[in-house]
């Protein structure tokens, strides 16, 4: 096999299959969220209507924001695994080299530098979106949760961090969204379409592009190494009841979180005794039978000025009369 | 032989245009329906002189089987201050021509104010149209005769000429007296109005920029005010006079309250059922909810204003039961966030609003580079295209063992064929 068409094995199909979980998750919580977030605009309403109405929309987006954070928690998992039962070199976190390496890229782009910085396993620009990724999901699912429990939130806090929560929330939403896509969308499919996250699989050139440094410590052989096995297993006997501990206290949360109250999803109804109308009919409210010697009660002269104002102080019990007869049946009596 | 066939088309056309004329001529108003139903000349007035000759005695009565008693005294002084002024009583009550009257064994008055009910349509036919789906007319269709017609809300003898605002609509000096009117039913709902901030300014201070009743409620359409249609639709109601700068500029009040509701979420959810639901009836509040419906007070009445965080507090529990001392502040109380009101909310705004344009703007400064740099290598390759072929792939055959790692020159070279 020739160098050049050797193909470097870069994401497992768990790591994969996580991704696309987050694809979809994301997508769906970045869709439906701004279209609660510019709600006046055609285009959103016309998608909210797609969706099944303003409240579907919200039902969606909380199910792909439960999902978004299990994801979290799965890869809070596996990451831990990695780093203390695997002890594998941590990757991802951040260092002086990644702002010498962007400064080194935006040399080389601009014709200051003859050659590319040769970038580890995770380069710098891979760097920004994983921290971008790990600041938005702090924020969101903060702020998401003083959104979903308002009450809750203001027993503890002033009643101004809710108002604020929705800003941040939807800022940090149409932060999130634009920088996938001009960040991560121009890094991995316009500049050039990377596969990795399909196939698994990066070309010898892909590798010497963007993870030289990485395509380095293969030919080294000191890529990927992890701990003896025997190390692994005694400390994995350590980190899986932690794992489970862990993994049942954040699905607690997120069952408590989604579960909290009641009455920011579902309000009570306005009670409708309290504003029904009040009607006072000044004319047939007859209170009793009168008896024939109350022809004598009678009152004369009831019409000081009131033209055609009745004088209802007396009359027959004809309120079944009234209710009953059908309008048609009265006419032709009248 | 022509001229004979001309005439058979000239007669109907003429009768179409006749038609389409007098039709113009009361679409554009020069035949007033109530005016061509006046028979006689205004400057001589009706000849009532018999009719009054009874019945402007005092103390006039009709007694019905139901004993309830009819006063039937018409007193010319008020009969000639009112709108109908001009009218003979035979006009309406077209049976009677003579004495004795004709014998009326109607049990009950409603009865014999019902004989009068269609009556008005004959002068009024636009009123008429108009209350046929009020909430009035359909309660009679349902039966309840009680149900309020024509004469129950404008008495025919003594009601003055309604004045009129430029729009046609009853002028404010009407407002007091239109108030009167439905209270005579709606009492408890008028004892309410009477107190509101609204009521106070049609029946203490005169105030014109105040609605009365019709002007929530229309004059003669009155909708149901229990429907979806109606509750959904009502901010936009209350929007037509408190987003008016003209009218609230006048008492210091903000126009914003319509666009903040909206942009919450209540009136974000209120607004979209009613473009997309009308009839699905939503228990998020409406403007009523949180500021009465009829006994509306000023935001800062030291009782009831919802100013008061306490207030603000009970009403926000009418929903949400649940809800604490710090919960109302969670509403914006129709405020735009600034430095003075509601900071917090204006400073995340505002770290937003530099941390967007920054954090985009170095990522596509930086994705604008590498795009400069991608141009700048295809063009550098063009036009020595067949001369770098063959320059670099002599290299890599002759040069590079399969398993010996590529030199940075030759990368270098792969990056700039691309």
């Given at each position: 096999m020739?160098?050049a068409?050797?193909?470097?094995h870069r994401?497992s199909v768990?790591q994969r299959?996580e ?7 994301f ?6 969220g701004l279209?609660?977030k510019?709600?006046?605009s055609?285009i959103s309403q016309a998608?909210?209507?797609f969706l099944g ?7 969606i987006?909380r199910v792909a924001a439960?999902i978004?954070?299990l994801?979290?928690v799965?890869?809070?998992i596996v990451?831990?695994y990695?780093?203390?039962?695997e002890r594998r ?10 702002v010498k ?5 935006i040399?080389y782009?601009?014709g200051?530098?003859k050659?590319?910085p ?9 760097k920004v ?9 702090v ?7 003083m959104?979903w ?7 503890i806090l ?6 604020a ?6 800022m940090?939403a149409v932060?999130?969204?634009l920088a996938?896509?001009?960040w991560?969308f121009?890094?991995v499919?316009?500049k050039?379409w ?6 698994g699989?990066?070309?010898h050139?892909e590798m010497?592009e963007?993870h030289?440094g990485?395509?380095?410590e293969i030919?080294r052989?000191?890529?990927?190494r992890?701990?003896?096995?025997a190390?692994?297993?005694?400390r994995?006997?350590i980190?899986?009841?932690?794992a489970?501990v862990?993994a049942l206290v954040?699905l ?12 920011a999803?579902t309000t009570?109804?306005?009670?409708a005794?309290?504003?029904?109308p009040?009607f006072s009919?000044p ?5 009793a039978?009168p ?10 002269g009831?019409h ?8 209802p102080?007396n009359?027959?019990?004809d309120?079944?009369?009234l209710?009953?007869a059908?309008?048609g ?6 | ?10 007669a109907?056309v003429?009768v179409?245009?006749g038609?389409?004329?007098v039709?113009m001529?009361?679409?554009l108003g020069f ?6 139903a006046?028979q006689?000349p205004?400057?001589q007035?009706?000849?009532n002189t ?13 007694l ?5 008693e009819?006063?039937i005294?018409?007193l010319?002084?008020?009969?000639g ?17 003579g ?16 004989q009068?009910?269609d ?7 636009n009123?008429y149209?108009?209350?046929q789906?009020s909430?009035?007319s359909n309660?009679?269709?349902q ?5 309020p017609?024509?004469?129950d809300?404008h008495d025919?003898h ?7 605002d430029a729009?046609?609509?009853?002028a404010?000096t009407e407002?007091a007296?239109?108030a009167?009117t439905c209270g005579?039913c709606h009492?408890g709902?008028y004892n309410?109005?009477r ?9 203490v201070n005169?105030?014109p920029?105040?609605p009365?009743c019709t002007d929530c409620h ?11 249609q109606?509750r959904?639709?009502?901010p936009?109601?209350?929007g ?5 700068e003209?009218?609230m500029?006048?008492y210091?009040?903000?126009?914003d ?7 919450d979420?209540?009136?974000?959810t209120?607004?979209l059922?009613?473009k997309?639901e009308p009839?699905q009836?939503?228990n ?6 949180c500021?009465?419906i009829?006994?509306?007070r000023?935001?800062?009445?030291p009782?009831?204003?919802l100013?008061i965080?306490?207030?603000?507090l009970?009403?926000c529990q009418?929903?949400?039961p649940?809800?604490t001392a710090?919960?109302?502040a969670s ?11 509601y900071?917090l909310?204006?400073?995340?705004e505002l770290?937003?609003k ?6 985009l703007?170095a990522?596509?400064l930086y994705v604008l580079?590498d795009?400069y740099?991608k141009v700048?290598?295809?063009r550098k ?6 001369a770098?072929v063959?320059?670099q792939s002599?290299?890599?055959e ?10 940075p ?10």
């Amino acid at each position: 096999m020739a160098h050049a068409e050797k193909q470097y094995h870069r994401f497992s199909v768990a790591q994969r299959i996580e991704h696309l979980v987050l694809i979809l998750s994301f997508s769906t919580l970045g869709l439906t969220g701004l279209i609660q977030k510019y709600a006046q605009s055609g285009i959103s309403q016309a998608l909210i209507q797609f969706l099944g109405g303003i409240e579907s929309t919200r039902i969606i987006h909380r199910v792909a924001a439960v999902i978004f954070v299990l994801g979290a928690v799965y890869h809070f998992i596996v990451v831990g695994y990695k780093l203390f039962v695997e002890r594998r070199k941590a990757t991802m976190l951040p260092g002086i080299k990644d702002v010498k390496d962007g400064i080194g890229m935006i040399g080389y782009n601009v014709g200051l530098r003859k050659d590319r910085p040769r970038m580890g396993r995770y380069n710098f620009t891979e760097k920004v979106e994983y921290w971008a990724m790990m600041w938005g999901l702090v924020l969101m699912g903060l702020t998401g949760f003083m959104l979903w429990n308002p009450i809750a939130t203001t027993n503890i806090l002033p009643g101004q961090f809710i108002p604020a929560a929705k800003v941040a929330h939807g800022m940090e939403a149409v932060l999130a969204v634009l920088a996938i896509l001009i960040w991560h969308f121009y890094n991995v499919h316009i500049k050039k379409w990377n596969w990795s996250m399909i196939k698994g699989k990066l070309s010898h050139e892909e590798m010497e592009e963007e993870h030289a440094g990485e395509l380095d410590e293969i030919e080294r052989g000191e890529a990927g190494r992890i701990a003896p096995l025997a190390d692994i297993r005694k400390r994995r006997n350590i980190f899986i009841p932690l794992a489970v501990v862990f993994a049942l206290v954040c699905l607690f949360a997120i069952y408590q979180f989604v579960t909290y109250e009641e009455t920011a999803l579902t309000t009570i109804a306005p009670s409708a005794s309290e504003d029904a109308p009040v009607f006072s009919v000044p004319t047939a409210v007859p209170e009793a039978l009168p008896s024939s010697e109350s022809n004598g009660n009678v009152q004369p002269g009831f019409h000081d000025g009131d033209i055609g104002k009745v004088n209802p102080g007396n009359f027959r019990d004809d309120l079944s009369l009234l209710a009953i007869a059908p309008l048609g049946e009265l006419m032709t009596r009248v | 032989m022509s001229k004979p066939r001309n005439n058979y088309w000239l007669a109907p056309v003429l009768v179409i245009a006749g038609v389409v004329l007098v039709g113009m001529a009361f679409l554009l108003g020069f035949v007033n329906p109530v005016e061509a139903a006046i028979q006689l000349p205004p400057e001589q007035g009706p000849d009532n002189t018999d009719c009054l000759s009874c019945h402007q005695n005092p103390d006039q009565t009709m007694l019905f089987p139901s004993r309830e008693e009819l006063s039937i005294t018409i007193l010319p002084a008020i009969y000639g201050g009112s709108a109908h002024k001009n009218l003979a009583c035979q006009s309406c009550h077209t049976d009677i021509s003579g004495y004795p009257h004709p014998e009326n064994n109607v049990e009950l008055y409603r009865y014999y104010a019902l004989q009068y009910q269609d009556t008005c349509k004959n002068c009024h036919p636009n009123q008429y149209v108009e209350i046929q789906d009020s909430v009035h007319s359909n309660l009679f269709e349902q039966g309840n005769l009680n149900a309020p017609i024509c004469s129950d809300c404008h008495d025919p003898h003594s009601q003055p000429v309604t004045a009129k605002d430029a729009e046609g609509k009853p002028a404010y000096t009407e407002h007091a007296a239109i108030a009167n009117t439905c209270g005579d039913c709606h009492s408890g709902i008028y004892n309410q109005y009477r107190q509101s901030v609204h009521g106070e300014g049609v029946f203490v201070n005169k105030n014109p920029d105040v609605p009365s009743c019709t002007d929530c409620h229309g004059v003669h359409t009155i909708v149901d005010p229990t429907t979806a249609q109606f509750r959904l639709s009502s901010p936009n109601m209350c929007g037509d006079c408190h987003t008016d700068e003209t009218i609230m500029g006048k008492y210091g009040l903000s126009t914003d309250v319509l666009s903040t509701y909206v942009a919450d979420f209540h009136g974000t959810t209120v607004t979209l059922f009613q473009k997309q639901e009308p009839d699905q009836m939503v228990n998020m509040p409406v403007c009523y909810d949180c500021h009465g419906i009829h006994d509306i007070r000023r935001s800062d009445d030291p009782e009831y204003g919802l100013q008061i965080q306490d207030n603000l507090l009970v009403t926000c529990q009418k929903c949400h039961p649940d809800a604490t001392a710090n919960f109302p502040a969670s509403w914006l109380s129709h405020y735009i966030p600034s430095k003075e009101k509601y900071p917090l909310v204006y400073y995340v705004e505002l770290v937003y609003k530099i941390l967007i344009p920054t954090v985009l703007g170095a990522m596509v400064l930086y994705v604008l580079t590498d795009i400069y740099r991608k141009v700048m290598n295809r063009r550098k390759v063009k036009p020595a295209l067949v001369a770098e072929v063959v320059q670099q792939s002599q290299p890599q055959e002759a040069q590079v063992p399969p398993d010996v790692p590529e030199t940075p020159e030759t990368t270098e070279e792969k990056a700039k064929e691309e």
